[in-house]
């Protein structure tokens, strides 16, 4: 990076004693003369820096553009089946097309009959991958034991009722359910906004019951994993039978069960294969042993009601945005841990936070934590708390901008 010229001197008015009236006259405007011309010749640095700036800023946002797309960018997954002189057999993966492609230059050496491979929308293989279990492996987050309790989640005791009721009972007193004669909701299907708690109360009930935690995203099955969403729910239910007791949860399923809509795009066709597959492993799983089955959505209306009958995610638990009395619960859990000055009222606190998620809360005592930290000391203050949400809320509004630019 190149350093700017320094700035100009500050101009100095020498006076001397010595001097007659009409001498210090003269020198004074000579100052003034000075003073005028440094000042110009700053304002001109400022409006060049300030168009600096702004060519900046633009460079900044269309790199967080390409960073998007980039990110968002899809390849397509198919097995190579021949490598011929005229190029390479591929079949895709889901609709089993069979094209003869080429493979990026670098490629060339390492390719295989049998590999699986990515490609990109003109079939090009532009990646080897490893084998299956990868994906598999990467699809899916296993948890022996979840470190999340019940007492780390505030301000939603009626939902973890509602949640220990269909979900650990049934996995440790299966035989009280079978004596009754009544069977156990087959799926339970958490919905409300983000960051209020699903995920860690999908945990909580998995670390409680003692049951293996395997989580998989609807996002990244649809996102990462194209064309291989059928297979990897099949295989979700089947580690999940290796692996009783356990609880399986699926974040985000609106990704693959939302309504079904009139376009006929591949990758709709995908997604529907995916949600086939989910629901035909649901309603097989009868003789399900102890293994529970929850997943997560903040887009409930979203939903295709295929997944929401009977025998499928048929109890609804509502996680809503916490209450005043909730977000202090929730503030007090985020600062069992940190040093809070006597006095603080977290009551106060909690009551100017609304519309404040859970996942909100523990960003402000984070943050109020660093303003203490910021400023040497170690106790955490009122002012720190306010401070932090003034931040958080300043954030948010930058956020909102850069939406509102971008769109
Ligand atoms: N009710 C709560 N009590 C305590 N902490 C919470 C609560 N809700 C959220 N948090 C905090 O926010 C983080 C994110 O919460 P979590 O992932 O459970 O939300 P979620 O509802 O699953 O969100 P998303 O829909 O975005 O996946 C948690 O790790 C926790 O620190």
Redesign the pocket.
């Known amino acids: 990076m190149s350093h700017s010229p320094s700035l100009p001197d500050r101009p100095r008015l020498e006076l001397d004693p010595e001097m007659s009236d009409a001498e210090r006259l003269e020198a004074i405007r000579q100052h003034y003369r000075r003073i005028v011309q440094v000042n110009d010749e700053l304002e001109t640095r400022l409006a060049d820096a300030e168009g600096r700036r702004g060519e900046l800023k633009d460079d900044v946002e269309q790199l967080k553009r390409e960073n998007e797309v980039l990110k968002t960018s899809s390849l397509y997954i198919a097995s190579v089946e021949e490598i011929t002189d005229d190029g390479v057999v591929i079949k895709q993966h889901g609709n089993n097309q069979e094209v003869l492609t080429q493979a990026a230059s670098r490629l060339d050496e390492d390719l295989r009959p049998g590999d699986r491979v990515a490609i990109n929308d003109s079939f090009a293989v532009q990646q080897v991958l490893d084998d299956e279990t990868d994906s598999r492996a990467q699809a899916m987050e296993v948890t022996e034991s979840p470190d999340?309790e019940y007492a780390?989640?505030?301000?939603?005791d009626d939902q973890i009722r509602e949640v220990r009721e269909a979900v650990e009972d049934p996995l440790e007193n299966p035989e009280q359910f079978e004596k009754v004669g009544v069977d156990p909701p087959s799926g339970v299907l958490?919905h409300?906004?983000?960051?209020?708690?699903?995920?860690?109360?999908?945990?909580a009930v998995a670390n409680e019951s003692d049951a293996t935690f395997i989580k998989m995203a609807g996002s990244e099955l649809v996102r990462k994993f194209i064309g291989e969403g059928a297979r990897l729910v099949r295989d979700l239910f089947e580690l999940a039978a290796e692996r009783e007791p356990a609880v399986i949860f699926i974040?985000?399923i609106d990704a693959v069960a939302a309504k079904r809509t009139d376009s006929k795009t591949s990758g709709d066709a995908e997604v529907q294969r995916t949600m086939m597959q989910l629901l035909s492993e649901m309603d097989g799983f009868d003789d399900r042993g102890e293994v529970r089955i929850m997943a997560?959505?903040?887009r409930f209306d979203m939903l295709d009601e295929a997944i929401l009958r009977p025998g499928r995610f048929d109890r609804l638990i509502e996680?809503p945005e916490?209450g005043a009395e909730?977000r202090e619960?929730?503030l007090e859990?985020?600062t069992a841990d940190m040093s809070v000055a006597d006095g603080v009222d977290l009551g106060a606190v909690a009551r100017d936070l609304d519309g404040y998620?859970?996942?909100?809360?523990?960003s402000l005592a984070t943050e109020a934590g660093m303003f203490a930290i910021r400023d040497g000391r170690t106790e955490v203050s009122q002012g720190d708390f306010e401070a932090a949400r003034d931040k958080l809320q300043d954030a948010d509004k930058e956020d909102e901008r850069v939406i509102n630019y971008q769109y």
Do not use: F, Q
Request: hydrophobic share 40%.
């Open positions: 999340v780390d989640i505030g301000g939603i958490l409300g906004p983000p960051g209020t708690g699903k995920t860690m109360l999908a945990k974040d985000e997560a959505t903040n996680v916490p909730g619960r929730i859990i985020h998620s859970g996942a909100d809360i523990a």
